[in-house]
């Protein structure tokens, strides 16, 4: 009696055995670096189908139970939540499978405005990087970024940040001399290059002279600077108005080589007046 | 199928009666751009002679408008037909003359005076071409004495232009996302006034092109109610210089007809600007502006084109301020004639009667167009 029990004890796990030998299973890692080689680990014996599921990819092998499966360099390449199914014909088995970005930067996504800005403009230029790797995911982990501005005339603002979630910004000064400036933002030896122009502010201490020459009247500013000294560029205009009894004349005049000038006609006694914009410059009082 | 057949045969019947009745007795119009004759009248008095010419003119028929003229002797035909349409290509060269109103000034039993006012439609609307008419007697009939005006001729010269363009390089289709694209100008709105007129409301202001670049603005704007629905958008239109240089300004004036200003809680204001390709040249001076009061308050001035290129199309926008310098009004006409250089047209913009006697200083500005050619 206690023999025929422990044979029929026998025969019920060898059974359980060569089930569970023949169900299968995998080890899969936590999580793998984006474009690397892995492999999936799986054990039983008989055939089955594995799939590596994520957003925009599925990879398909048939898998023979307790061999390796092999995934060559650059099959996963974008960085997320992926789900591993191994299929058989009676179970499935699914585990998570995590690709991770690449530490080492391979590209950075640069955003800096504005492209054109007036001299001497506190916080007035911003950037924003975004630093991915290679294969275009954003590195989330901690990672600094040094931003430079540098002008024509030597002058330059460095700061390093580190980035957040993926990103990293700052704020920085126009200087007080107009020019192009070259913006840049650089991570783990990558770089990029943008372009802020900074322009003269308002005309500053605008003014004229006049001189007659037969019946016209030849006005004619002095080079027209902003408040830092710039030269104001060229195509400003500036509107020259005379008025006299009874009438007025005006001219929007274009700025060349930094002045303006225009012959208008002669009035005894007319005031004449000059401005730009909305700063007004000097008065003169024909004789 | 009897009642169908009915009112085919009637149908069928009435066109061909209406088109006997209008072969047989046409109406004088009709006639008249069918080649005919019958619109024009003896040249028994000034007024016929006057009315005459117009409808020759409308007709487009030269030859008999200019054979038909005292001092035709003076200029000829060629001449004639250059001085009604322009002798360079402008609003008038592409333009049709609408219709034409005639008013008596002077009158005697050899000559006579008329004001002879054509009105020219063109793209841009009906513009006006007010003459002062000679009329004189020439046995039993009269021939107007065609005020011409010489072409102008200027002297053989060179004027030096430095010409000022401006280039931009936008952002290509393969760039990265982060390559910012240029910033469109700066402009900012000075001035914003809402009015309510009969026809409607308006909404006044003015626009600074604040940038260093050259702009392409405009102007919308939306009146909203107390519970902000909104009652309608406009734009300015034409109402408005599009092309800015830096630090131009520009006025604006937006139409809402039909709207009552008691029903508007607030306005949104939207100046869109876009970079644009642009030369600074020509300057155009504008001279001898003034105010003239009621009655026939309008702003007058002269044009003068200071540049050595052909204006064909310019147009005027005057601002109109009150004693404390605020916006009373904005009015603009086109200018039919092309502007040579140095050689002055005149403008005159109506203004408004009612709001004349508050007018106390203004500010012109001119938009021009030019097709390309230089003299």
Not at chain 1, 200 to 213: E, F, R
């Amino acid at each position: 009696m206690k023999l025929a029990l422990i044979f029929v004890i026998g025969v019920g796990m060898f059974v359980a055995m060569q089930r569970a030998a023949a169900q299968g299973s995998m080890t899969v890692q936590t999580s793998v670096q984006a474009g690397s080689a892995f492999s999936i680990q799986t054990s039983g014996s008989g055939e089955a189908t594995l799939y590596v599921i994520g957003l925009g990819q599925v990879l398909k092998r048939s898998v023979q139970l307790g061999n390796p499966v092999y995934f060559e360099a650059g099959s996963l390449c974008d960085a997320g939540h992926y789900l591993v199914v191994l299929e058989q014909s009676s179970t499935v088995e699914t585990k998570p499978l995590d690709v991770m970005a690449v530490s080492a930067p391979g590209r950075l996504s640069f955003l800096a405005k504005p492209s054109r800005l007036p001299v001497s403009v506190h916080e007035g230029i911003t950037g924003a990087a975004y630093v991915f790797d290679s294969y275009g995911n954003l590195i989330v982990s901690p990672m600094s970024v040094s931003f430079q501005l540098s002008n024509s005339a030597g002058s330059v603002q460095k700061s390093d940040v580190t980035t957040h979630a993926g990103a990293a910004w700052i704020e920085m000064d126009s200087t007080g001399h107009q020019g192009i400036d070259q913006f840049v933002a650089q991570a783990g030896g990558i770089s990029s290059t943008r372009v802020i122009r900074q322009v003269p502010g308002d005309p500053c201490a605008l003014k004229m002279s006049a001189q007659q020459t037969g019946p016209k009247l030849e006005l004619k500013t002095e080079p027209v600077v902003d408040c830092s000294g710039n030269p104001a560029l060229d195509g400003t205009i500036v509107t020259f108005t005379e008025t006299y009894d009874g009438g007025q004349s005006t001219a929007d005049v274009p700025l060349k080589h930094g002045i303006a000038e225009v012959a208008m006609p002669a009035h005894h006694g007319a005031t004449i007046t000059v401005a730009s914009g909305v700063v007004l410059g000097n008065q003169i009082r024909e004789q | 199928m009897k009642r169908g057949a009915l009112l085919a045969f009637v149908l069928i019947a009435a066109t061909v009666a209406f088109i006997v009745i209008g072969t047989v007795w046409p109406i004088s119009t009709a006639v008249a751009f069918a080649g005919g004759e019958r619109l024009l009248e003896s040249s028994s008095t000034p007024e016929a002679a006057a009315r005459n010419l117009g409808q020759e003119i409308r007709l487009k028929d030269w030859g008999k408008a200019y054979s038909s003229l005292a001092n035709r002797s003076k200029f000829t035909e060629q001449e004639f037909v250059e001085d009604v349409t322009g002798y360079y290509p402008s609003l008038r060269t592409y333009s049709s003359l609408d219709h034409f109103e005639i008013r008596p000034l002077h009158a005697s039993d050899s000559d006579a005076d008329v004001e002879f006012t054509l009105d020219w439609s063109t793209v841009v609307g009906t513009l006006p071409d007010t003459r002062t008419v000679h009329v004189v007697r020439n046995g039993d009939h009269w021939e107007v004495d065609w005020p011409m005006q010489k072409k102008p001729v200027l002297p053989p010269q060179v004027i030096p232009v430095e010409y000022l363009r401006w280039d931009v390089i936008n952002r290509g289709p393969g760039d990265d996302w982060g390559v910012q694209d240029v910033d469109g100008p700066n402009v900012r709105i000075d001035d914003m006034h809402p009015v309510q007129r009969a026809e409607g409301v308006v909404v006044l202001g003015e626009l600074l092109n604040e940038d260093v670049l050259p702009a392409y603005v405009s102007v919308t704007a939306t009146l909203h109610r107390k519970d902000q629905s909104a009652i309608g958008t406009e734009s300015a239109f034409d109402r408005i210089s599009h092309l800015l240089l830096p630090k131009q300004v520009t006025p604006f004036l937006i139409q809402f007809p039909n709207a009552s200003l008691s029903e508007v809680s607030s306005i949104r204001m939207e100046p869109f600007s876009t970079l644009v390709s642009a030369s600074a040249d020509p300057v155009i001076e504008i001279d001898n502006e003034q105010l003239n009061p009621a009655p026939d308050a309008a702003l007058t001035g002269q044009l003068i084109n200071q540049s050595g290129q052909v204006v064909n199309v310019a147009h005027v926008l005057g601002t109109l301020y009150d004693k404390s310098g605020n916006l009373v009004w904005v009015v603009d006409q086109y200018v039919d004639r092309a502007l040579l250089p140095q050689t002055p047209v005149s403008f005159k913009i109506p203004i408004p009667e009612d709001l004349a006697k508050k007018v106390s200083s203004q500010r012109t500005v001119v938009a021009t167009y030019s097709f390309g050619g230089f003299l």
